[in-house]
């Protein structure tokens, strides 16, 4: 793989490569199984590409539906991802989905980043605004020849190539959309661009997504809406969360994680407990499947398959 840095963006030189025909996404949910997905994000230094390729290693064998891997803020993420993403295809039997994102990149850019994809059989992308380089809460500006909204980049890659596209959706509101209502407008206009199934933003409260899948389906939208899971292993957790993404974490569940306070490995098993209880009330509920959040690591995605009952 060769990667263009003088235009700072991740280029391919589009040698020919043997890789296997990557499987839509799409159409593996439409199959109607009960989609399973890990998402790891790109790792900063070789001791945490070793972290990486190890969670990789350890959760092949659940045999997930695919796996993703984040698109980051600054140039050489973005190359890792690019990297990580084709080295998946090519070496494991699992079948990979990239991210990308509007922010500081041009049309040509996001051209170019697709074609990338493409040329190492990354045939699934997760397509998204991003947040802005100072921080989600900083207000959005779009890059000068760049792309505004999620929906813009959904049509951009689906004149682009075959891919089989993903986006965001948030059973709480994205939290700079005006409404509920209008948050899912968005969602239902992003599918309506092309987009064949959405990923949701970490949530607690099963009714939550179940509301956001009404609403999705009162639009007349049949699209699949994957929820997203992560656990709450310890309290710091809790606040990151809450005041990076904005995702409301419910006083009582709180009050579960807090009572363990000062036994760091209760505290962590009541957190698996409670997503557990969420992955179960989703499937129950007759949600298409469950994304786990993995931040690289696998213990946790384990720890809550075991406590499913769902084995190897
Ligand atoms: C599953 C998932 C994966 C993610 N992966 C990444 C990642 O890899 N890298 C990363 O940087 N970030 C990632 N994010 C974060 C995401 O980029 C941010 O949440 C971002 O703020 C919103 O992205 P979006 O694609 O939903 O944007 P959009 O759908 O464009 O929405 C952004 C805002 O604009 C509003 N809006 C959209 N279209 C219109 C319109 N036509 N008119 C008026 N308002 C409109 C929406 O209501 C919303 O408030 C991810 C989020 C999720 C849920």
Known sequence: MDIDAGRGVPVLKLVRMAHKQAP????LIRAGERSFSFEFFPPRDEA???QLWQAIRELEPYRPTFVSVTYGAGGSTRDTTV????????ETSLTPMAHLTC??????????????YAAVGIGNVMV?????????????????????YAQELVELTRGRGDFSIGVAAFPEGHPSAASLDRDADVLVAKA?????????QMFFRAS????????????GCDLPILPGIMPILNLASIRRQSELIGT????????RIAAHDGDPAAMRAEGITIAAELCDELLAGGAPGLHFYTLNRSKATREIFAALNMSV
């Open 103 to 116: 922010v500081s990149h041009t049309r040509e850019q996001l051209e170019a980043v697709l074609d990338s």
């Open 83 to 90: 990297r990580i993403t084709g080295r998946i295809a090519a």
């Open 248 to 255: 409301d974490v419910p006083p009582e569940i709180v009050a």
């Open 24 to 27: 839509r996404i799409g159409d």
């Open 128 to 148: 998204l605004r991003g947040d802005p380089e100072a921080g989600p809460r900083a207000p959005w500006t779009p890059t000068d020849g760049g792309l505004t």
């Open 48 to 50: 945490g590409e070793e």
């Open 208 to 219: 939550d997504y179940f509301a956001l899948v009404e609403r999705v389906r009162a639009r």
């Open 192 to 200: 309506r661009a092309g987009a064949e199934f959405a990923v949701t």
